[in-house]
C-alpha cells in the first residue's frame, strides 16, 4: 500500500503563485509514475500533470502549460506542483495520485492510478 497525503492548497487572488505538496509513504518503491488531477464543482475530475518517478518524464495538460511545473524528490518521496499565474478557472479540489510499476495505461487517465489521497482545496478569486 501507498499513502499519499496532498498539502498547500489556499485561498489566493488571481495572478499569485501555489506549491501543492504530496508525500507519499509505505510502499514508495513500488511507484512508477505520480500525478496531479483537479476537479472543480460539478465537472469530471480532469487531468492536471505528472512525473515519472524514475526518468523525470513530465506531462502537463494543454491549460497549465507554461504555467505550471511538476517535480519530485524521490529521497523525500514527495511531488510537487508549483503554480505561477493563477487564475479562476484554476480553483478546484487538487487531487494526487500515484500509479505502481505493476499497473499501465497513459498518465493523462485517473484510470491509470491505484492510489490517491484525500484532496488539497485551491481557490483563485478575480
Known amino acids: 500500500q501507498v499513502q499519499l497525503v496532498e498539502s498547500g492548497g489556499g485561498l489566493v487572488q488571481a495572478g499569485a503563485s501555489l506549491r501543492l505538496s504530496c508525500a507519499a509513504s509505505g510502499r514508495t ?6 500525478g496531479w488531477f483537479r476537479q472543480a464543482p460539478g465537472k469530471e475530475r480532469e487531468f492536471v500533470s505528472a512525473v515519472s518517478w524514475g526518468g523525470g ?3 502537463y495538460a494543454d ?3 507554461g504555467r505550471f511545473t511538476i517535480s ?5 518521496n514527495t511531488v ?3 503554480m505561477n499565474s493563477l487564475k479562476p478557472e484554476d480553483t478546484a479540489a ?3 495520485g500515484a500509479r505502481s510499476t505493476y499497473y499501465s495505461g497513459s498518465l493523462h487517465l ?3 492510478y491505484n492510489y490517491w489521497g484525500q484532496g488539497t482545496q485551491v481557490t483563485v478569486s478575480s
Open 110 to 112: 485517473q484510470t491509470t
Open 80 to 82: 510537487y506542483l508549483q
Open 63 to 65: 491549460s497549465v502549460k
Open 29 to 34: 518503491f513500488s511507484i512508477y509514475a505520480m
Open 72 to 76: 519530485r524528490d524521490n529521497a523525500e
Open 94 to 96: 487538487y487531487y494526487c
Open 57 to 59: 518524464s513530465t506531462y
